[in-house]
């Protein structure tokens, strides 16, 4: 039981991911590439805008006393910018990074004239950034990382919560996440069936819990469908899986253009998502022996 209290512990586990599967899908997801492809997906769908669960979010973070005029906010990958949007329409100055420039170009362009005194934008990877050097140590009221591949090691966790001076709140699956299109393409590039279980943020959590932070903890069932061209489709997949694996350009492209005419109607294929998130927010200045 003491393992369980032990911040040592907690990583090591950690750690052992990146001899899993999952990290291995962590890696196809983690360049700007990936979601430079991805970002036209994005917003388009009503059901999965409302998965955002962005009214929920602020009312979560209201209770934890963690919005207020005039807060600063760092939100790591934030994608199209949807929740930063949301903070600044409430009053707080946030700061927001992603290494995607065609996911910062929408975000931008959604930005109306009365929010741009409030959000700044930054086309960067936070694994790069130098806290210091920024003069972001201890700078922000609120941090965040939501369904950020910025924050899959400790290093970059830590890194985070150094930012902070009053709360962070992380997003991430909390469950096996149900994406065919790449596990049916696992098989037949990897050559062995996908075993992906990314429930990493119960590693954050356990760890915090190590450290003497408590977070409040919600749990949120998601599902939702993109509609994408086969173009679109084989430009995202070519981008995860030349991440991975040893097969030649020429070799993925022969694969990904074979399964994709099998699965499309009219040129179009029809993406699901479906899982369960965890939401994590706690603060830093509440910690306990």
Not at 174 to 192: C, F, G, Q, S, V
Not at 205 to 214: A, D, E, K, R, T
Request: charged share 30%; net charge positive.
């Amino acid at each position: 039981m003491d393992n369980i209290f032990n911040k040592n512990f907690w990583i090591k586990e950690w750690e052992k991911d990146k001899n899993s599967d999952t990290y291995n899908v962590h890696k196809g997801f983690s360049s700007p590439e990936y979601w430079d492809k991805a970002a036209f997906t994005y917003n388009r769908d009503k059901k999965e805008v409302r998965n955002r669960k962005i009214g929920k979010t602020i009312e979560l973070f209201k209770r934890c006393n963690l919005v207020f005029k005039g807060m600063e906010v760092l939100e790591i990958g934030c994608g199209t910018g949807m929740l930063a949007i949301e903070l600044a329409k409430h009053g707080a100055r946030v700061t927001a990074l992603d290494f995607s420039r065609r996911m910062l170009e929408k975000f931008k362009q959604d930005i109306t004239p009365d929010l741009e005194k409030n959000i700044t934008v930054l086309e960067e990877d936070w694994y790069k950034i130098d806290i210091q050097k920024k003069g972001w140590e201890k700078r922000f009221d609120l941090v965040i990382a939501f369904m950020s591949p910025g924050v899959a090691s400790p290093e970059a966790f830590f890194k985070m919560m150094g930012c902070s001076k009053k709360g962070c709140a992380i997003r991430g699956w909390a469950a096996k996440k149900n994406h065919p299109i790449i596990a049916d393409l696992w098989e037949k590039i990897m050559e062995t069936p996908l075993e992906d279980k990314p429930q990493s943020i119960l590693y954050k959590i356990n760890l915090l819990f190590s450290l003497g932070f408590f977070p409040e903890i919600t749990f949120d069932t998601v599902e939702w469908g993109q509609k994408t061209t086969k173009e679109e489709e084989f430009a995202r997949q070519m981008a995860f899986f030349k991440k991975l694996g040893k097969k030649t350009n020429a070799g993925l492209e022969n694969i990904i253009r074979q399964y994709l005419e099998g699965i499309s109607k009219n040129n179009r294929i029809l993406r699901t998502h479906k899982g369960l998130t965890a939401t994590a927010v706690w603060k830093v200045d509440e910690k306990y022996p």
